[in-house]
């Protein structure tokens, strides 16, 4: 997946040994980029991507039907603003594996776009299949989360109630450190890549928690600065002052990475009238219009705020 995880739980009396974990953890996540990775070019996205194949069914394993679900239903419901074949223009403004990051042509935007939209794409039970020829699927801003998720369903398998699992920043919890709330802490946006400090810190027990941002996945062009989140409508980086997006998620790290990177490509006004009309917990951080330099300001949705203020 390109980033670092942790697995952090207190051990009951009937969890096994960490020797006895965390071979089969390590195991979990081979097998996940093995299905999921587009940076691997045996794995199965790889190969169904590079496939010319159309309308012929295309087998996948469980764990990708249920992320790549997943997937389509939040693209249905943003109608599109977040959606898992955008690759083609992830990959030509230099985002996706072996990237060269610059600032392609108008032709080339058009091009690429064309390759772009859900509807392309055909899900049955167990298989999938494309419309055109080129179809890129690319499950990044899932498929982290999912396996947060798959590490924790197996934590628990093995009698484990208080764990906290990290994947690239996407985070579950469950039960507590040492009878405290898990602390997990929001970064203040920074383009460095260590010591930002911290924004603000959640106390989980059991939720999940993800951010989505473009503080530090962008490259600069002419004085410009480009960020890693594609609009779709324009097949450009977002313009807008949004720095980053976290949501929380009473279960699923799957769902709230996603949900995060979704509500990323909105903005932060269209972004938080979303999330509070989808009871999404969801906290944006950004400047206010037309500023580009100065402090942050934040906004958070009614239940993000309720979470804070300590209904928990």
Do not use: C
């Not at 952090?8 to 979990?28: D, F, M, R, V, W």
């Not at 898992?84 to 990237?99: A, H, R």
């Not at 392609?104 to 776009?113: H, L, R």
């Amino acid at each position: 997946m390109g980033t670092s995880f942790s697995v952090k739980y207190q051990a009951g009396e009937k969890t096994p040994q960490l020797k006895a974990l965390e071979p089969k953890i390590n195991k979990l996540l081979v097998d996940l980029n093995m299905e999921m990775s587009t940076y691997i070019k045996t794995s199965e996205i790889s190969r169904f991507n590079s496939s010319a194949s159309v309308n012929k069914p295309f087998r996948i394993s469980p764990n990708f039907y249920k992320t790549l679900v997943l997937s389509i239903e939040i693209a249905e419901k943003t109608k599109g603003q977040f959606d898992p074949t955008i690759g083609p223009l992830v990959n030509l403004w230099g985002f996706g594996p072996k990237g060269q990051r610059k600032v392609p042509s108008s032709v080339e935007i058009k091009k690429a776009k064309s390759r772009v939209g859900y509807e392309k794409l055909k899900v049955l039970d167990g298989s999938i299949s494309k419309s055109i020829p080129n179809l890129y699927l690319d499950l990044s801003a899932s498929a982290k989360g999912y396996g947060v998720d798959l590490i924790a369903a197996f934590l628990e398998s093995n009698f484990v109630d208080h764990y906290m699992v990290e994947i690239g920043g996407e985070v579950k919890t469950k039960g507590s450190k040492n009878g405290t709330p898990w602390k997990i802490g929001i970064e203040t946006p920074s383009a460095e890549n260590s010591g930002a400090p911290i924004h603000k810190i959640l106390n989980l027990s059991g939720e999940a928690v993800a951010t989505s941002g473009n503080y530090r996945n962008f490259f600069e062009d002419k004085g410009k600065r480009y960020g890693h989140t594609i609009d779709f409508r324009t097949g450009r980086p977002t313009e807008n002052t949004l720095a980053s997006v976290t949501v929380i998620h009473d279960s699923s790290a799957a769902k709230a990475d996603a949900w995060a990177t979704a509500l990323m490509t909105m903005g932060a006004v269209k972004g938080l009238v979303f999330a509070e009309n989808n009871g999404l917990k969801a906290l944006f951080i950004y400047r206010p219009a037309g500023q580009i330099e100065g402090a942050f300001v934040e906004a958070e949705t009614s239940f993000f705020e309720s979470f804070r203020e300590g209904i928990k």
